[in-house]
């Protein structure tokens, strides 16, 4: 079982940048897989960007260029550096840990955060 907690949230205009931490307690050696999620109000929660233990990453094509995951294993954090965002880019972020790419993201198979909020002013 792994243990997530994020941090790094808040109020932000358009076109700033936030990070945000992910930091992972208990069995993190077993997860290969790390995410961003993110959830608007009366939206699906949706991926917004993945890494994997070999460093390879994917994006949301609606942050590419934007918003830059990456891990420190030392430390057992992730991180999601988050620049030039819009108002669209207000959510609720969620950190996931899963041991493979079928599990990540699941609801049942994989570890979530509490969330933390991000608000993009206009």
């Known amino acids: 079982q792994v243990q997530l907690v994020e941090s790094g949230g808040g109020l932000v205009q358009a076109g700033g940048s936030l990070r945000l931490s992910c930091a992972a307690s208990?069995?993190?050696?077993?997860?290969?897989?790390w995410g961003w999620y993110r959830q608007a109000p009366g939206k699906q929660r949706e991926l917004v960007a993945a890494?994997?233990?070999?460093?390879?990453?994917n994006y949301a094509d609606s942050v590419k260029g934007r918003f830059t995951i990456s891990r420190d294993n030392a430390k057992n954090a992730v991180y999601l550096q988050m620049n030039s965002l819009k108002p669209e880019d207000t959510a609720v972020y969620y950190c996931?840990?899963?041991?493979?790419?079928?599990?990540?993201?699941?609801?049942?198979?994989?570890?979530w955060g509490q969330g933390t909020q991000v608000t993009v002013s206009s």
């Open positions: 890494i994997r233990s070999g460093g390879s990453t």
């Open positions: 996931n840990a899963a041991t493979d790419i079928y599990r990540a993201g699941t609801r049942g198979f994989s570890s």
């Open positions: 208990g069995s993190t050696f077993s997860m290969n897989v």
